[in-house]
C-alpha cells in the first residue's frame, strides 16, 4: 500500500503521524513489549506507570509521547519517499532509527550502557518493540492519513 500526502495536506498527514504514533506505543509497542516479558526475554514491565524524570510522567505516557514525536518524523520522511510500501517502510523506519537513537543518545544520556551493552539478546529487544510500533503508526497512517473522498463529488 502506497500513499502520501499531497503538499497540501502534509500538515493534517504530520497530526496523523502523531497520533498514529502515541496510539502505536499504547497498542503494539506495549503489547510486544508484553509477549516479549511474558517470555522471560525482558525484564522490564510493559505498561509501566512508573514515573520518570525529571517531571515524574508515567512511564507509559512518556513512552507515549515520544512515540508521537517519532510518529511526526516518520510521517514526514514518508512524505518524501514515493516508491516505498507505506506499512513496510514504516516496520523498518521504527525498527531502525528510534532503536539507534535509544541505544548511542538516549542511553548514555541516562547513564545506561549504549546498545544494551551490546548483549545480543538485549540488542533484540529495541528493534522488536520498535518495529512492532512502526508497523502500528504505518497501519494508522494508512488508515487514517488519507483525505476523505464524498460520495457526492
Known sequence: MRHYPATTQLPRWLVVGFISGFLA?????????ALLHAMDLAKFSPYSMQPTAPWGVPQLWSLAFWGGVWGVILAAALARLDDAPLIIASAVF??????????????????QPMAAGFAPLS?????????AWGLGTGIGLALFGRPRHSLNG
Open 123 to 131: 540488542m533484540a529487544i529495541g528493534p522488536i518493540v520498535n518495529g
Open 25 to 33: 506505543v499504547i497498542v503494539f509497542h506495549q503489547s510486544a513489549a
Open 94 to 111: 521504527g525498527a531502525v532509527l528510534p532503536t539507534l537513537v535509544a541505544w548511542f543518545v538516549v542511553a548514555p544520556l541516562k547513564g
